[in-house]
């Protein structure tokens, strides 16, 4: 069971108390809108802030206290929830119950939080350079990788192009221009607005109670007296004004087909059990109508599947084809779709993606970090918990998974493809 409470202005903590893991876990998100002019600063802000403090001015230094504290691990979060970005630490440490008596990780670790978030190591009333440009070039190396990786950067192409005139569409890290364009002086000014104006969720889980673990991190932020907090949400577009199909040539061996889909359906919304369900009967795992019907009867597709975006109400189905098999692969894919719209589907399509998302769930609440993960996200919408979520997909029937299909709506359909031969 959750416990929130209020720890300062514009600050809570979840808090979960469990006796499952040897360790604890917090993570600390400031909640922001995800823009096109911040999104390159909030993703470098947190490496900016970990690399170097007042008390522990520069990378060994911080390795060290972290290897006192049993080997705790601390690092950086940026999330993107819909069009919130969360961006913050996690933390991960030893349980103070196996540790010898009269020593602590927990107190200790909070205070580590402290120094990072306000007393960051400067030059001249700002991050100094040198840890500027260190992490910038670290963020265009991350941006890079995921342009590298061409099934990644198929998603984020098709989204790009579906969500043009959304903030959804902007990339979680931004971009590399806007990294570079990024100075010690500007990131400074956008780390002040971020500790005044935002939104701030503390998330635990450990054998501390509720209220213990709320006296250790309370004098975090004792002192934090916010301007107004700056507002976060998502835009839901509930269906597709049309379908554009989109195609860009690279020199790759494998096609790389996606189509976007707009569901108009959140994790807030009713219809959410019978759509996550939805989503493994079409997509999800080896029992999948994408998996049996496309990839093996078929031989269309290297691979094939779908997933949900909770927060935005988007489905993207993402696959790996031969590049002569656009229009066949295409084709067989909506088809798959419409069928799940006419109510054909098996009660064995069924149960087996029951018993899938089932084991998901429960799989995801032995995971500090999957738990931190969707708690969180508690956070960005006001949605079902984990056994709540699991009683309602136990109830889901044929009918509801139908009702869901005919939310879907084709928004746009890219296609990477290799250069003419």
């Known amino acids: ?213 709320a006296k250790l991190f309370a004098p975090v932020f004792a002192e934090r007296q916010p301007l107004e907090i700056t507002p976060f949400g998502t835009q839901v577009v509930r269906s597709a004004q049309g379908v554009r199909e989109l195609s860009e040539t690279m020199d790759v061996t494998q096609g790389k087909l996606v189509m976007g889909l707009r569901t108009g359906v959140t994790a807030a919304d009713p219809d959410y059990p019978a759509l996550l369900l939805l989503n493994a009967v079409l997509g999800a795992g080896m029992t999948s109508k994408l998996f049996v019907n496309v990839r093996e009867k078929l031989s269309l597709c290297y691979y094939a599947s779908a997933s949900l975006e909770k927060y935005k109400g988007v489905m993207v189905i993402s696959s790996g084809i031969a590049f002569e098999n656009y229009d066949t692969a295409k084709q067989a894919i909506l088809h798959e779709i419409d069928d799940c719209k006419q109510g054909v589907i098996s009660e064995d399509e069924l149960e087996s993606a029951r018993r899938q998302v089932l084991s998901s769930l429960r799989a995801a609440q032995d995971s500090p970090a999957q738990m931190d993960e969707f708690y969180c996200g508690m956070a960005v919408l006001d949605c079902d918990d984990y056994p709540a979520l699991a009683g309602k997909i136990a109830a889901v029937r044929v009918e509801e998974l139908q009702r869901a299909a005919q939310k879907l709506s084709l928004d746009t359909i890219y296609f990477l493809k290799g250069e003419p031969a």
């Open 1 to 213: 069971m959750i416990t929130q409470i209020a720890l300062a202005p514009g600050v809570t903590l979840r808090a979960i108390q469990t006796d499952k893991f040897k360790t604890a876990c917090f993570s600390v998100n400031f909640l922001r809108p995800h823009t096109k002019q911040d999104a390159a600063q909030d993703a470098l802000l947190p490496s900016v802030l970990l690399r170097a403090t007042e008390k522990y001015p520069d990378i060994r230094s911080i390795s060290v206290q972290l290897d006192e504290l049993y080997g705790a691990s601390f690092g950086t979060l940026v999330r993107r929830k819909g069009e919130t970005k969360l961006l913050g630490f996690y933390a991960d440490f030893v349980e103070d119950a196996f540790l010898p008596q009269g020593e602590s990780v927990f107190a200790p670790m909070t205070a580590f939080l402290s120094e990072v978030l306000y007393h960051p190591l400067t030059e001249n009333g700002v991050f100094c350079a040198a840890n500027v440009e260190g992490e910038k070039q670290n963020l265009i190396n991350a941006i890079e990788a995921n342009l590298n990786d061409k099934r990644t950067y198929a998603v984020t192409k098709l989204l790009q192009e579906m969500c043009a005139d959304e903030p959804y569409g902007v990339p979680r890290l931004g971009t590399v221009e806007a990294v570079r364009a990024i100075t010690p002086q500007s990131l400074w000014q956008h780390y002040q607005k971020v500790l005044s104006t935002s939104q701030i969720e503390v998330f635990y889980a450990g054998r501390y109670p509720a209220q213990e673990a």
